[in-house]
């Protein structure tokens, strides 16, 4: 009996490969990047070391070769980043000759611009909003690229390709341009801008067999490795500096790896062996787990991600 091979690895071994669901999605998000590119004065792309950020950034090397990416690097730091994802950031930008801009919220600390969090729970995540605004207005950017996708959260189910922000950053999701086939509207007024975000139609799964599909070098921290870490509230979080632990939280050595990537104060890191991409993907299409189920900063509230993101977050 001849059977189908149904393993989430098969389909890009097909000798059809070329025509997948994974091109037709490549193949959309490269002409929204074209369209930035042609409606925008001043675009940039906002790298934060993530997966999804790094497979905008490859798109965009594809979308303009032989061209170098006709956008800037946007990286907010929080001051609490993992090392290696500052490493890989580093060393991408020296390797594709882009151009980096970095935004910090210690200044934005020292500055008096915003509170730096107190307790245990203390984060810089959400202290992020007015550091990246004022580096866009700084910078005067119409529009910033983000690797944020419908699956991930229903905040983020709500925005489209071409999202407006009004002259202070803010998202009304109850006031968004339609998006008729591919028809874009970038139009904006005096000091507005856009976010836009061309792989909304992707899944955590689509990212991962992307990645793997085009042999896309990724941080290691996306693979398993020893880490000391502790237990809170039903997570696993990086025994780092930055990070206060209670009274009863022990410090300990496990085999972890992260499925996101954000603040380290914020970012639960998942026990796992996955050692390569063909193991992270089988991981995944097995997991029963959401992707952003560790993150500690959408649980703060219901409504937490969508909070963020009317104020002027990513």
Not at 33 to 43: C, G, I, N, S, T
Not at 114 to 124: L, P
Not at 247 to 253: H, K, L, M, R
Request: charged share 30%.
């Amino acid at each position: 009996m001849n059977r189908q091979n149904h393993s989430p690895l098969s389909i890009l071994h097909s000798p059809l490969n070329k025509m997948t669901h994974l091109r037709e999605l490549e193949a959309e998000s490269i002409y929204v990047l074209r369209e930035v590119a042609a409606q925008f004065d001043r675009p940039a792309i906002l790298f934060s070391g993530g997966k999804d950020s790094i497979v905008i950034t490859h798109l965009a090397y594809k979308a303009f070769y032989p061209a170098k990416i006709p956008f800037p690097l946007v990286h907010i730091d929080t001051g609490h980043n993992f090392t290696e994802t500052i490493e890989y950031r580093d060393t991408l930008v020296k390797r594709l000759g882009a151009q980096l801009i970095v935004g910090y919220v210690q200044e934005s600390i020292d500055t008096g611009r915003v509170k730096e969090e107190t307790g245990y729970n203390a984060s810089r995540n959400r202290l992020q909003t007015i550091t990246l605004l004022d580096t866009l207005e700084k910078h005067k950017f119409d529009a910033a690229i983000g690797g944020a996708r419908r699956d991930e959260e229903k905040a983020r189910a709500k925005e489209r390709f071409f999202s407006h922000r009004n002259e202070f950053g803010q998202w009304d999701p109850r006031n968004q341009r339609p998006e008729l086939w591919n028809l874009y509207n970038g139009h904006k007024n005096i000091d507005e801008h856009f976010r836009v975000f061309p792989i909304s139609n992707w899944t955590e799964m689509d990212v991962w067999q992307y990645i793997y599909l085009e042999q896309i070098e990724m941080p290691n921290i996306y693979f398993t490795h020893e880490r000391k870490v502790f237990r809170r509230d039903g997570q696993w979080l990086a025994a780092e500096p930055c990070m206060r632990l209670k009274p009863d939280e022990t410090v300990v050595t496990r085999q972890v790896r992260c499925r996101t990537i954000g603040d380290i104060s914020c970012t639960g890191l998942s026990l796992s062996h996955a050692s390569s991409l063909e193991e992270i993907i089988n991981e995944i299409s097995a997991t029963r787990i959401t992707e952003r189920g560790s993150r500690a900063d959408d649980k703060r509230s219901e409504t937490a991600m969508e909070d963020r993101k009317i104020a002027g977050y990513f």
